[in-house]
T-cell receptor
Framework: EAQVTQNPRYLITVTGKKLTVTCSQN?????MSWYRQDPGLGLRQIYY???????DKGDVPEGYKVSRKEKRNFPLILESPSPNQTSLYFC?????????????FGEGSRLTVL | AQSVTQPDIHITVSEGASLELRCNYS??????LFWYVQSPGQGLQLLLK??????LVQGIKGFEAEFKRSQSSFNLRKPSVHWSDAAEYFC????????????FGTGTRLTIIP
């Protein structure tokens, strides 16, 4: 089954404790992206990747890091989480540039930073 | 910079009634336009997309949308809603190939009453 898998789905952590949210897709997609969803703000892009070893900032990259060492994986790293990073995070992938092809989304990772 | 406005935060309609969700975009050239649906606790799923050609596009689940360049709009419609259509709906705009940033609106929550 074609899917985008995120882990963990739910996480509560404390300020400053590094964490990684993993994202993996099994569709051989070149494009992958991370979004955060906050009430009243919709989805905002954090980082995206056009292919292995190619990443770029989205609209709200501060406080986040990403890497793309393999085509299927695109982890989101919070080196020192802060409460304003409490949010619902979505990973997405696409077989073409993200704006021209259908984005396939994971089920989301709800992160709470205390 | 591109942007999307969904003026209605929350809409309530009766089951069997018609539906129209509004979306206005801002983009300097011909946009790529999308509607996504998010069911509770789920990721987003593509309903339909407009790239070029016929300005009335058909999507899944009986939805359609019409691109009106003169009004910078891409409104989503359905002639008769079902209780299962209750969800949050997001309009999104992307640009020419090479623009990897897909910008989402803030979403419209749809409630269906019996």
């Amino acid at each position: 089954e074609a899917q985008v898998t995120q882990n963990p789905r739910y996480l509560i952590t404390v300020t400053g404790k590094k964490l990684t949210v993993t994202c993996s897709q099994n569709m051989n997609h070149e494009y992958m992206s991370w979004y955060r969803q906050d009430p009243g703000l919709g989805l905002r892009q954090i980082y995206y990747s056009m292919n292995v070893e190619v990443t770029d900032k989205g609209d709200v990259p501060e406080g986040y890091k990403v890497s793309r060492k393999e085509k299927r994986n695109f982890p989101l790293i919070l080196e020192s989480p802060s409460p304003n990073q409490t949010s619902l995070y979505f990973c997405a992938s696409s077989s073409w540039a993200g704006n021209t092809g259908e984005l396939f989304f994971g089920e989301g990772s709800r992160l709470t930073v205390l | 910079a591109q942007s999307v406005t969904q003026p209605d935060i929350h809409i309530t309609v009766s089951e069997g009634a018609s539906l129209e969700l509004r979306c206005n975009y801002s983009y300097g050239a011909t946009p790529y336009l999308f509607w996504y649906v998010q069911s509770p606790g789920q990721g987003l799923q593509l309903l339909l997309k407009y790239f070029s050609g016929d300005t009335l596009v058909q999507g899944i689940k009986g939805f359609e949308a019409e691109f009106k360049r003169s009004q910078s709009s891409f409104n989503l419609r359905k002639p008769s809603v079902h209780w299962s259509d209750a969800a949050e709906y997001f309009c999104a705009v992307g640009g020419d190939f090479g623009n990897e940033k897909l910008t989402f609106g803030t979403g419209t929550r749809l409630t269906i009453i019996p």
